[in-house]
């Protein structure tokens, strides 16, 4: 889905349920988050991620791209290959991302399951 076309989505002008319906989706948070670390090729992030299946990690990366948060870049050799990496748009949600994560692990007494040290884009 473009964009353009997610903010006319039912969000009753509401911005924070329109970032919301942007990294909503079983994977998206975990991608945002990997990406987050750096550039990596499809096979990695399906490695890092572990159960997700071909088709589901293809959906979830074209409708991050599709909403502005990520870049795809296809690396022209035999067989070709793609990597992807946050955008400035993606890197804006990281500290979102960061504060959920705090507000979580107190308010649900977790501790976080994926790395917090990230080098700085």
């Keep these: 889905m473009a964009f353009e076309e ?6 009753h002008g509401c911005p924070v ?19 987050s670390f750096g550039k990596l090729r499809y096979a990695e992030l399906r490695r890092k991620l572990g159960r997700i299946s071909e088709k589901v990690l293809t959906d979830q990366l074209r409708q ?9 870049h296809v690396i022209p050799t035999v067989p070709p290959m793609v990597d992807y990496s946050l955008n400035a748009e993606g890197e804006k949600l990281v500290p979102l991302m960061e504060s959920l994560c705090d507000w979580g692990s107190e308010h649900f007494d977790m501790k976080p399951n994926l790395p917090r040290q990230r080098v700085s884009a």
């Design 17 to 35: 349920q329109a970032t919301i319906n942007v990294m909503s989706g079983k994977w998206k948070v975990q991608i945002l988050w990997h990406l």
């Design 64 to 72: 991050l791209e599709s909403d502005g948060v990520i870049q795809r």
């Design 6 to 11: 997610m903010k006319m989505k039912p969000n």
